[in-house]
């Protein structure tokens, strides 16, 4: 079992966005990410399957995609996104998002 305070040590900087790695095993990857306003992570694609959940749990800002802006982001929102398809971030207020990224279960074989 494994306890951390992702708001109690939450690191802003300004250069450049903070991601933590968290937990990280065969199954799953998850990262808290901190943003100061204005700070962006850039919208890209990843070449595998898979999925990423974006929690916001403070702050405020855009979910983008290949052209431009995608939605608003607020506390408490939830966003689960195909691996597969552009998306990025950027903080309107200084921002703290839980990000998990699990890859796609395997196809079972017909039989």
Same mark, same amino acid.
């Given at each position: 079992?494994?306890?951390?305070?992702?708001?109690?040590?939450?690191?802003?900087?300004?250069?450049?966005?903070?991601?933590?790695?968290?937990?990280?095993?065969?199954?799953?990857?998850?990262?808290?990410?901190?943003?100061?306003?204005?700070?962006?992570?850039?919208?890209?694609?990843? +070449?595998?399957?898979? @999925?990423?959940?974006?929690? &916001? %749990?403070?702050?405020?800002?855009? =979910?983008?995609? $290949?052209?431009?802006?995608?939605?608003?982001?607020?506390?408490?929102?939830?966003?689960?996104?195909?691996?597969?398809?552009?998306? +990025?971030?950027?903080? @309107?207020?200084?921002?703290? &998002? %839980?990000?998990?990224?699990?890859? =796609?279960?395997? $196809?079972?074989?017909?039989?």
């Amino acid at each position: 079992m494994q306890k951390t305070s992702i708001l109690e040590s939450g690191i802003f900087n300004p250069d450049r966005v903070h991601e933590r790695l968290i937990h990280e095993s065969a199954g799953a990857k998850i990262k808290s990410l901190h943003l100061l306003a204005g700070q962006e992570l850039p919208v890209k694609a990843y +070449g595998t399957e898979g @999925e990423a959940m974006l929690v &916001v %749990l403070s702050g405020e800002g855009l =979910l983008l995609g $290949k052209h431009g802006v995608l939605d608003a982001l607020v506390q408490g929102d939830v966003v689960i996104a195909d691996l597969r398809i552009p998306h +990025g971030l950027r903080a @309107e207020k200084d921002m703290c &998002v %839980l990000a998990s990224f699990t890859p =796609l279960p395997e $196809k079972k074989a017909k039989q």
